[in-house]
């Protein structure tokens, strides 16, 4: 079992900057897939940005270029490097995990999830 831990949210005007840190409970396997996923107020969860075992990264049509995720060298924590945040880039941001080594956009393909960290973006 592995337990993530989101930190780094916050609230910041239109325009700002967030770094988003995701910790694994253990060091997971180099070869895993780990990703950042939000979920807006009545809003299904969508993928934010992913990053493969092989360090493919992936991101969401809405990033445009916003948005670096990054993992340690440790591999057992992830970032998400936030620029140019919008009042729509509001949602609860999520860290997931799957246990191989590349990456999907389905929520239900990720076998681990943190509790979350609130990101607010006010005009």
């Not at 900057?17 to 809003?43: D, E, H």
């Not at 970032?79 to 999520?94: H, I, R, V």
Request: glycine share 12%.
């Amino acid at each position: 079992q592995v337990q993530l831990v989101e930190s780094g949210g916050g609230s910041v005007q239109t325009g700002g900057s967030l770094r988003l840190s995701c910790t694994a409970s253990r060091v997971t396997a180099s070869g895993y897939c780990m990703a950042w996923f939000r979920q807006g107020l009545g809003k299904e969860r969508e993928r934010v940005a992913s990053i493969s075992g092989a360090g493919v990264t992936v991101y969401g049509d809405f990033v445009k270029g916003r948005f670096t995720i990054s993992k340690t060298n440790a591999d057992n924590s992830m970032l998400l490097q936030m620029n140019s945040l919008k009042p729509e880039d509001t949602a609860m941001y999520y860290c997931a995990s799957r246990i191989v080594g590349y990456c999907s956009d389905a929520t239900a393909d990720y076998n681990y999830w943190g509790q979350g960290t609130q990101v607010t973006v006010s005009s």
